[in-house]
């Protein structure tokens, strides 16, 4: 679900980088509050599995489309919605820039998209309904029922932006009729994907998963065993599992394509887009997840004419994406804790 700078107007794009902007510093503010050093290692681990998982596209029976893993929904199980944001936003951050992977303009519009609607309202119902224990069944239903919603919403919030956008080839209720569907089975399965993995967390440190401003400490929880599961999930995924991903049209290329008549819109640039575009060519050292020497290379069709497709390029993209995520994300957790306890440290001394 990750937009094009294509879909979106500079108007719609600016304002929506301002929202998402105002919401990034307001998770600061609030993880920064916390004073959790434990959200650290946390934070890069998980913001690392989350790239290297988006990057394996399963697909939906019988669509001819495929989708991959959100994983708001589980960030913001594990880390809290405030923290989980600013790891979202840190993953499509390094996808948009490193991989051209969504556009820089569309970029606002991506994170609140994937970030705000997982984290804010899927998962105060997840809470709501394990709030009566964490059984297996409860886990499965809340995390079911939280990532369709999040994928709803997400999709509803892409159809509003490219209708305000006033891009004239997608006829609104057409829109909606193609995303809502395969949206809902996208969720689907990343519920069930999310279910296992916390419930794997609440097996080996059931610590982690504290509510935020529950009176128990999360110092004292174990987090080398989950640290260490997700390094290796990552590894696995971003390496080796990346090579089995589906080459079908993801969600919103499948919707636009059944909309349109194509995968891609024909655009009218404006000053702002060529910018965009330009600054994106100059950063993105591995573009769709490859090597540079490859793009253009051959066609589409001769290029993943084999499944599994085994590729040195899409390797090093899903390491090196994979580690600057991590980088990125747990330096901000680093950098909001200590900002904390600074702050905490001086209000100390000026009551005493």
Not at 61 to 67: N, Q
Not at 103 to 122: E, M, Q, S, T
Not at 283 to 292: A, E, K
Request: proline share 6%; glycine share 12%.
């Amino acid at each position: 679900m990750h937009m094009a700078d294509a879909l979106i107007s500079p108007a719609v794009g600016a304002s929506v980088w301002a929202a998402t902007a105002a919401t990034t510093v307001y998770c600061a503010r609030k993880v920064r509050a916390q004073d959790d050093p434990q959200k650290v290692p946390l934070m890069g681990v998980t913001g690392a599995f989350v790239f290297a998982a988006q990057m394996i596209n399963f697909t939906i029976p019988g669509t001819g489309s495929s989708g991959h893993l959100g994983g708001g929904l589980l960030l913001a199980v594990l880390l809290g919605p405030k923290a989980a944001f600013l790891v979202i936003a840190s993953v499509l951050t390094v996808q948009a820039l490193f991989m051209a992977d969504g556009g820089l303009l569309a970029l606002g519009c991506n994170i609140f998209n994937l970030g705000f609607f997982p984290a804010f309202v899927a998962y105060p119902v997840f809470r709501r309904i394990v709030s009566r224990g964490w059984t297996r069944g409860r886990v499965f239903a809340g995390s079911i029922l939280g990532a369709e919603i999040g994928l709803l919403l997400g999709a509803l919030a892409v159809v509003l932006q490219t209708t305000l956008s006033g891009v004239s080839a997608l006829p609104t209720p057409l829109f909606v009729g193609a995303m809502v569907p395969i949206h809902l089975a996208i969720g689907l399965v990343e519920g069930l994907a999310t279910a296992v993995v916390v419930l794997f967390v609440k097996r080996a440190e059931p610590g982690l998963l504290l509510e935020e401003g529950d009176p128990e400490p999360r110092g004292s929880a174990r987090l080398r065993p989950v640290v260490v599961a997700f390094v290796v999930a990552t590894l696995v995924s971003g390496i080796a599992l990346s090579w089995f991903a589906s080459t079908a049209p993801d969600g919103l290329e499948w919707s636009i394509a059944r909309v349109a008549g194509e995968g891609t819109l024909s655009e009218t640039p404006t000053p702002l887009h060529e910018a965009a575009r330009a600054v994106q060519s100059r950063i993105s050292v591995l573009p769709d997840y490859g090597f540079r020497s490859n793009q253009g290379a051959s066609s589409d069709d001769e290029m993943h004419s084999g499944w599994p497709s085994p590729d040195a390029g899409t390797s090093v993209a899903g390491l090196v994406g994979s580690l600057i995520t991590l980088a990125v994300a747990a330096a901000i957790g680093l950098a909001l804790s200590r900002r904390g306890r600074q702050r905490a440290n001086g209000s100390g001394a000026l009551r005493s």
